[in-house]
């Protein structure tokens, strides 16, 4: 049987988490807030907008919208001078290994990213073409938990969502999966990513075995 296994690529495929991070404390101090690692954590698989949104609530400030504006484009940008360095050490532990055994089963492979940047950063990493299909932040209105990413990359690979797998590192990223009734498989923490069907703390715990069960399996 066929199936389409779905990527999201912050946290899943390579670690750009610590770029975001390093960005959005940056514009979070020069407002004045201050910005931590857990509340990073909230903003994974969340939209640029709706970080930004946040972290002015955290801070309980308000700015025109002409200066949202502005701050958003000079987060991109620090974040685009972080990932312009990037290269294939950057990928995560065996995701390589995993791409390959579904390639050689021949599988449908799609990234669903929110990122704007994902087709350069796959390129950097030298991934892009592993993918039959990209969707991200350019392809999408919604923001997970919201499913859109992930029902238009099995619409564009034609496979069916209760034949897809999706693999995520956020609650946000498993809540769209779950809701689109594929599949979920977390990568990272058990209690945080509790609602996946499946969590590993990263790709060398996935073996082939497991994977030849997913081919075969339906979500329930």
């Not at 020069?30 to 949104?53: A, P, T």
């Not at 946040?54 to 940008?77: A, D, H, P, R, Y």
């Not at 779950?178 to 923490?189: E, F, V």
Request: with cysteine; proline share 2%.
């Amino acid at each position: 049987m066929k199936k389409a296994f779905i990527f999201d690529l912050d946290g899943v495929i390579v670690d750009t988490a610590k770029y975001h991070f390093l960005a959005w404390q940056n514009l979070a101090n020069s407002l004045g807030i201050s910005f931590s690692e857990e509340q990073n954590e909230q903003l994974k698989g969340v939209s640029r907008v709706r970080s930004l949104e946040k972290i002015l609530e955290w801070g309980n400030k308000t700015i025109s919208e002409e200066e949202f504006t502005e701050l958003m484009s000079k987060k991109n940008e620090e974040y685009l001078v972080y990932i312009s360095k990037m290269d294939t050490s950057e990928i995560l532990p065996d995701v390589p290994r995993v791409l390959d055994y579904l390639i050689s089963k021949e599988q449908a492979i799609a990234l669903g990213s929110a990122s704007k940047n994902a087709r350069i950063i796959l390129d950097k990493v030298q991934l892009a073409t592993k993918f039959h299909t990209i969707v991200d932040g350019t392809n999408v209105s919604k923001a997970k938990p919201d499913p859109e990413v992930f029902l238009i990359g099995a619409k564009e690979l034609g496979v069916l969502p209760e034949n897809c797998v999706v693999f995520e590192d956020s609650v946000a990223g498993i809540q769209a999966a779950n809701i689109a009734n594929m599949i979920s498989i977390g990568i990272g923490d058990a209690e945080v990513l509790h609602e996946a069907d499946y969590i590993f703390n990263d790709f060398t715990e996935i073996r082939e075995d497991f994977i030849n069960n997913l081919v075969s399996a339906k979500k329930v």
